[in-house]
């Protein structure tokens, strides 16, 4: 089992960044694909990104695509998502994944991970 915490949300104008983190208790870390995902009020979670247990391998939802990159450092245990250029619509609880082994066919759905963290709030200004 793998324990995900995320952390480095908070208020910031629009045109600014935020780097959020994802840290992975247990020794087993770089055997975990990762992916995020966001929530909005009145919304359904929705697909961000996602990354390979090596790194080899990333996918970004087209909405972020140019602003967002994923990455992860197992020796640290730690995943990150790098947010810039946020626009307001970018507001949301964002989530960290987890699957041991592959990423799978479908990374972009949550039903291919099966453990989450609690999330951490992004809220952007205009």
């Known amino acids: 089992q793998v324990q995900l915490v995320e952390s480095g949300g908070g208020l910031v104008q629009a045109g600014g960044s935020l780097r959020l983190s994802c840290a992975a208790s247990g020794r087993t870390f770089s055997s975990y694909a990762l992916g995020w995902f966001r929530q909005a009020p009145g919304k359904e979670r929705e697909f961000v990104a996602a990354i390979g247990s090596s790194g080899g391998f990333t996918d970004l939802a087209d909405s972020v695509k140019g602003r967002f990159t994923i990455s992860r450092d197992n020796a640290k245990n730690t995943a990150y998502l790098q947010m810039n250029s946020l626009k307001p619509e970018d507001t949301a609880l964002y989530v960290c994944?987890?699957?041991?082994?592959?990423?799978?066919?479908?990374?972009?759905?949550?039903?291919?991970?099966?453990?989450w963290g609690q999330g951490t709030q992004v809220t952007v200004s205009s």
């Open positions: 994944a987890a699957v041991f082994g592959a990423l799978g066919s479908r990374w972009y759905r949550q039903q291919n991970y099966d453990y």
